[in-house]
């Protein structure tokens, strides 16, 4: 039988930072902004890190939010940093505008993507709209993880697109296997109890 004190260390997953990673906040962190929080890394190298949140839905529609914009679609908080930015994730291939990040997931848009989201053209299509973005200055995410803030995990098309936001946090954990299963019976706001 583990000890408490057993419980409550983090053991890092393994996986490297890179592009297309997954951040799962630690849930003994109780940070206010990322807590149970899942980043999507969209960029990773010497100079840059930035992700998008991928698991917060804002209380709005696209069509609320983005002046001209025809989608009827829910609206994610993307991140602290530039708010007002629109971000898209999405399934589609061979848009000029977007970045692949991993396999059937791009971020990027360009006027005729948005045309065929608004014309419902896009029938078998996924797409994720988001207000923001999360982003770490040289060293600083690697100071996080260094700090059990984070670890990392791998993103599936399913927990970016299907699943639904109050879940992807739990199904994140459950798919780092059963060294971290305990973390799903630990309360939300864990200073509060």
């Known amino acids: 039988m ?15 930072l890179a592009a297309g990673r997954l951040l799962i906040s630690v849930p003994y962190y109780n940070d206010a902004f990322f807590n149970r929080s899942v980043v999507l890394l969209t960029d990773y190298d010497a100079e840059m890190c930035t992700g998008l949140i991928i698991n917060r839905r804002l209380p709005y529609r696209v069509r609320d ?19 007002w930015a629109l971000f898209l994730l999405h399934d589609i291939e061979n848009n000029a505008a977007s970045s692949r990040i991993v396999p059937k997931v791009y971020v990027g848009y360009d006027q005729s993507l948005l045309t065929q989201i608004e014309s419902n053209a896009m029938a078998s299509g996924n797409c994720k709209f988001l ?8 060293g600083q995410l690697e100071d996080e993880i260094g700090k059990n803030m984070w670890v990392i995990g791998n993103p599936t098309p399913e927990l970016v697109f299907h699943k639904e936001p109050e879940s992807v946090w739990s ?12 973390w799903l019976r630990i309360p939300k706001y864990i200073n509060l109890n």
């Open 65 to 83: 939010l983005v002046d001209g914009l025809r989608v009827d679609a829910p609206m994610f908080l993307g991140g602290p940093v530039m708010p």
């Open 2 to 16: 583990p000890y408490a004190s057993d419980l409550l260390k983090v053991k890092q997953t393994g996986f490297s």
């Open 171 to 182: 199904e994140s954990v459950r798919i780092l296997g059963p060294d971290y299963e305990h």
């Open 131 to 138: 207000m923001g973005y999360a982003g770490w200055s040289p």
